[in-house]
């Protein structure tokens, strides 16, 4: 499992790097999205995902760390996603004024020469 995640993180990263190096603004956007994605990945699997283990801790037990998962990076990738969806809908407005003004959606706002 851990390599499968390991894996997917890792290709997830490496799409979103190849894509923000892309010439086009919508390219980039997406480049942005996957990126985002595989950090949002790798905080939650850095807060120990496993099954059938209770989020918080139960009442009359002792507090052992083995016993319940963090709910803090689960938190915390909740909220970095609903204010991924918010940029990303910013990002598309800016691509879509930035071409209504500019003719072209290229990152440097020229086509190249062909």
Known sequence: MELVLALGIGVMAGVGVWL????RTYQVILGISFVSYAVN???????RVSVDQAPIKEAGKLANLLQY?????QALVL?????????????LVVLLVSRGLNGT??????EPDA
């Open 41 to 47: 990945l790798f905080i939650f699997a850095m807060g």
């Open 69 to 73: 998962d963090d709910p803090l990076p």
């Open 20 to 23: 923000l190096l892309r010439p």
């Open 105 to 110: 959606d290229h990152v440097d706002g020229e």
């Open 79 to 91: 909220t970095a996603i609903v204010i991924g969806f918010a940029m990303m809908g910013v990002y």
